[in-house]
């Protein structure tokens, strides 16, 4: 069946560092992957998209990369903010094009 | 611009009570629909999703059902709810085309507790 794997250990980060999420997948071969931003109590935000072909992504601050090969994408977030805090989830499209959603990785940007 | 909106934000329930939660959409047509569940420390659990009226497709058996009414609406139901149906409620919608790689949007969810 098809997995996806985030990690679930939270994520504690220095302010200005980078951060950097994995998000690894079995038994799929997607045509492209999503990352979102969920807030405590919110619905998750479209951050990203990325396409197969695509090696590597960027908005602002935000980089996003995708190895079809190791099967894996890495979501990372240079000059980290506090306000970047927040749980990062990671989606594919399953065979019929419905998401299948990891269960996010919480970032933690202290001062 | 288009805007999701989700009522209730919080609901109180006791078990084998009814349930029912709604979902509009404003600025768009004919958009997919999707009902999430989410458990803590979990990932999204898609329950229902729709691609038109009175169209709803099941992925998980359960004591929910789901409907459609008008265009952009989108109705979650229950006739008794149990304990496990304790979590946060998410209604999503992206464009109505299907197999794309178009971003869901989703409204701010219910966190439904039952007693």
């Known amino acids: 069946s098809q997995k996806i794997e985030q990690n679930s250990e939270a994520l504690n980060i220095q302010e200005g560092k980078t951060a950097t999420l994995t998000c690894n997948y079995t038994?799929?071969?997607?045509?492209?992957l999503q990352w979102y931003r969920q807030d405590p109590g919110r619905g998750p935000v479209f951050l990203l998209l990325i396409r197969e072909n695509e090696k590597e992504k960027r908005k602002e601050r935000l980089k996003v990369t995708f190895d079809t090969t190791l099967k894996q994408s890495l979501f990372h977030i240079t000059a980290s903010q506090p306000a970047d805090s927040a749980t990062y989830l990671c989606a594919l499209p399953d065979s019929w094009g419905k998401f299948q959603f990891g269960a996010g990785t919480q970032v933690v940007v202290t001062p | 611009s288009q805007t999701i909106h989700q009522w209730p934000a919080t609901l109180v329930q006791p078990v084998g009570s009814p349930l029912s939660l709604e979902c509009t959409v404003e600025?768009?047509?004919?958009?997919?629909l999707y009902w999430y569940r989410q458990a803590a420390g979990r990932g999204l659990q898609l329950l229902f999703y729709?691609?038109?009226?009175?169209?709803i497709s099941s992925e998980v058996p359960q004591n929910l059902s789901a409907s459609r009414p008008q265009d952009r609406q989108f109705i979650l139901s229950s006739k008794k709810l149990l304990l496990s149906d304790s979590g946060f409620y998410l209604c999503?919608?992206?464009?109505?085309?299907?197999?794309?790689?178009?971003?869901?949007?989703f409204g701010d969810g219910t966190r439904l507790s039952i007693l």
């Open positions: 600025g768009t047509s004919n958009p997919n």
């Open positions: 729709s691609v038109g009226i009175g169209q």
């Open positions: 999503a919608w992206s464009p109505a085309v299907w197999g794309s790689n178009q971003p869901q949007h």
């Open positions: 038994n799929y071969s997607p045509a492209y």
